[in-house]
């Protein structure tokens, strides 16, 4: 299917356990960006890619690890869970060039126990 | 840096009222700003967004905005609230080179019968 997927949509993991949520999009779209959602901070942006092995900080990348081999997956691993990164995270795909909305997938809701 | 804000966490309307909601930005270079809406368990949509050109542009659902330079805003509008508009509701800016969205809190939108 066309489009930006993210899988799981749902994750309940323990503190200190390794996790990575999934990204693909069909696009060939240069940029993808992870975010994570909490109530009232809106989207924060956690690490962003500009192209297959090009990544940069985003806001908030503590205890975040991203890769981006292939230019349609961008995973997002949490190497240590912690409680406080019990979050719903959003992954996003842009074809660059300023004009050019970002796409988002739906969303993969974390639950850190 | 790049920041917005948007005035009020949460908005309430009746049926058929009018919907406006405010979103100021700031940007060092001329700005990109979209607007997107959140309906619950879902991703991101755009609804509209500014690039160059007329400032008032037109979106889906019924939706548009206008982008004030001087005022530093981007608001929206719809001239008649209908239930299915309740929804969070995200203003966003970007750089030149569509790398960097940057995201304001968000407005929840109640529409009351």
């Known amino acids: 299917d066309a489009g930006i997927t993210q899988s799981p949509r749902y994750k309940i993991t323990e503190t200190g356990r390794q996790v990575t949520l999934m990204c693909h999009q069909t696009w060939s779209h240069s940029y993808m960006f992870w975010y994570r959602q909490d109530l009232g901070h809106g989207l924060r942006l956690i690490y962003y890619?500009?192209?297959?092995?090009?990544?940069d900080k985003g806001e908030v990348p503590d205890g975040y690890v991203v890769s981006r081999s292939k230019t349609e997956n961008f995973p997002l691993t949490l190497e240590s869970a912690t409680r406080s990164q019990t979050s719903v995270y959003f992954c996003?795909?842009?074809?660059?060039?300023?004009?050019?909305?970002?796409?988002f997938g739906q969303g993969t809701r974390l639950t850190v126990v | 840096a790049q920041s917005v804000t948007q005035l009020g966490s949460h908005v309430s309307v009746s049926e058929g009222a009018l919907v406006l909601l405010r979103c100021n930005y700031s940007s060092s270079v001329p700005p990109y700003l979209f607007w997107y809406v959140q309906y619950p368990n879902q991703g991101l949509q755009l609804l509209l967004k500014?690039?160059?050109?007329?400032?008032l542009v037109k979106g889906i659902n019924g939706f548009e905005a206008e982008f004030k330079k001087s005022e530093t805003s981007f608001q929206l509008t719809k001239p008649s609230a209908h239930m299915s508009d309740a929804a969070e509701y995200f203003c966003?800016?970007?750089?030149?080179?569509?790398?960097?969205?940057?995201f304001g809190p968000g407005t929840r939108l109640s529409v009351l019968p």
């Open positions: 996003a795909s842009s074809g660059g060039g300023g004009n050019t909305e970002a796409f």
């Open positions: 500014y690039t160059t050109g007329a400032t």
């Open positions: 966003a800016v970007s750089d030149n080179y569509g790398q960097n969205f940057v």
């Open positions: 890619s500009a192209a297959a092995d090009i990544t």
